[in-house]
Structures are given as structure tokens and as C-alpha cells.
């Protein structure tokens, strides 16, 4: 069974950066891989993708600010989040894309002065 660790949120005022790691129990190699998104209230949103050869696809709200990458072995998936906003606040997930594993336990981003 694939776990899923995601870590590197915190509070960060508008403007800021923060830096998102997730760790996957095994390879990624091959698979497509994706981070998403769930404010309180609303539904779970795809933010961003990438693909096996590192094309990726960026939710519009989100295009020029950030930014995913991958490592195959060990697997890894990072997003890298600039000039943050209130409306960037939510619990954020990485995995699979598009047909998912189990969810991890996300890891909370507050974007607020």
C-alpha cells in the first residue's frame, strides 16, 4: 500500500513562499503525479501536474507562481509556492493522477496578515 507524507505548510502572510514536500513509499517512476487542494468548504481542487518526461499543467489561478517538480527514486513531489494568497489557504495533498491512491493526511498552508 502507497503512503503519502506531505509536510511544509505553515502560516504565511500574502506576498510570501512556502515550499511543499511530499514523500511516496516507493517509486514514482512512470507515474503521472499531481498536488491538490481542499479550502474549508469546498471541494478538492487539482492545482497542479506533472508527467513522467516533467511537462506539467497548473490550475489558472495558480499559473506563474508555482511551480512543481518530482524525483523518480526515491519518490518525491515538490511545490514550490510564490506570492501567495488568502485564497491560496487550504489543507494540500499530493498523489496520483488522475486515478488516485488512499489521500495522506495533507499538510495545512494559511495565507493571512
Known amino acids: 500500500q502507497v503512503q503519502l507524507v506531505e509536510s511544509g505548510g505553515g502560516l504565511v502572510q500574502p506576498g510570501g513562499s512556502l515550499r511543499l514536500s511530499c514523500t511516496v513509499s516507493g517509486t514514482i517512476f512512470g507515474i503521472y503525479m499531481a498536488w491538490y487542494r481542499q479550502a474549508p468548504g469546498k471541494q478538492r481542487e487539482l492545482v497542479a501536474r506533472i508527467t513522467t518526461d516533467r511537462s506539467t499543467k497548473y490550475l489558472d489561478s495558480v499559473k506563474g507562481r508555482f511551480t512543481i517538480s518530482r524525483d523518480n527514486v526515491p519518490g518525491a513531489v515538490y511545490l514550490q509556492m510564490d506570492s501567495l494568497k488568502p485564497e491560496d489557504t487550504a489543507v494540500y495533498y499530493c498523489?496520483?493522477?488522475?486515478?488516485?491512491?488512499?489521500w495522506g493526511q495533507g499538510t495545512q498552508v494559511t495565507v493571512s496578515s
Open positions: 498523489n496520483k493522477y488522475p486515478n488516485t491512491w488512499s
